[in-house]
């Protein structure tokens, strides 16, 4: 079956930009996802890329995608401690609603 | 802006009892799912509802879930018999045509 992982945590200072990686295995993936976490609360969507498109700008998001290599990436430019928080990347394949998501990358902001 | 909703927030419950967890999902949205997460593991799909019938449903969704959406408003997971099993953060998440789906804050199931 499909299969999504990222690394398990990353640690940034404040004003840095952080780029957290996903890697993904279906070759039918239509959308790609990034999801943020914050503690005890539910998934917030920020953002995703369809699958025919290279890289996406949102503000100070940037989303990467290489389908050749099956890999996702989410840039955070100016990182702030409000940012500290679990990133999921999820990617969703044609003809199916589900949602297959990663572990989580746990994204710690120093001021 | 506006959001999709869940309660309880926090559920515990006995081995073998059955439990419904709510939402209440975006008002112009179509597509309805649930995903739970398991302490330290990753958030998995269990099923989807679209024009009032199951569109979607993993493995996980055995006979013992079943969804309703008994109004316009409300979307709900039934557990008939809980197992320790079960205990986990429930997910509701809705969607419109377009763009992603947008998650609930989640119900926490303990199942003693």
């Known amino acids: 079956g499909e299969d999504v992982e990222q690394s398990l945590f990353l640690s940034v200072r404040e004003g840095d930009s952080s780029v957290i990686n996903c890697t993904y295995t279906d070759s039918s993936s239509t959308y790609l996802y990034w999801y943020k976490q914050e503690p005890g609360a539910g998934l917030q969507l920020l953002t995703y890329i369809f699958s025919n498109m290279d890289m996406k700008q949102d503000q100070r998001l940037t989303v990467l995608l290489n389908k050749k290599d099956k890999h996702l990436s989410l840039r955070i430019a100016d990182t702030q401690t409000g940012d500290s928080a679990i990133y999921f990347c999820?990617?969703?394949?044609?003809?199916?609603?589900?949602?297959?998501f990663g572990t989580g990358t746990r994204l710690l902001v120093s001021p | 802006e506006p959001e999709v909703t869940q309660t309880p927030s926090h559920q515990v419950t006995q081995m073998g009892q059955e439990v419904i967890l709510r939402c209440v999902p975006i008002?112009?949205?179509?597509?309805f799912y649930w995903y739970r997460q398991i302490l330290g593991q990753k958030v998995e799909f269990l099923v989807s509802?679209?024009?009032?019938?199951?569109?979607?449903k993993s493995e996980i969704f055995d006979d013992q879930f079943s969804v309703e959406r008994p109004d316009g408003s409300n979307f709900t997971l039934k557990i008939r018999s809980t197992k320790l099993e079960d205990s986990a953060m429930y997910f509701c998440?809705?969607?419109?045509?377009?763009?992603?789906?947008?998650f609930g804050p989640g119900t926490r199931l303990t199942v003693l």
């Open positions: 999820a990617d969703r394949s044609t003809g199916f609603q589900k949602l297959v």
């Open positions: 008002s112009n949205h179509l597509y």
């Open positions: 509802f679209y024009n009032n019938e199951i569109s979607e």
């Open positions: 998440a809705s969607k419109d045509r377009e763009f992603g789906q947008f």
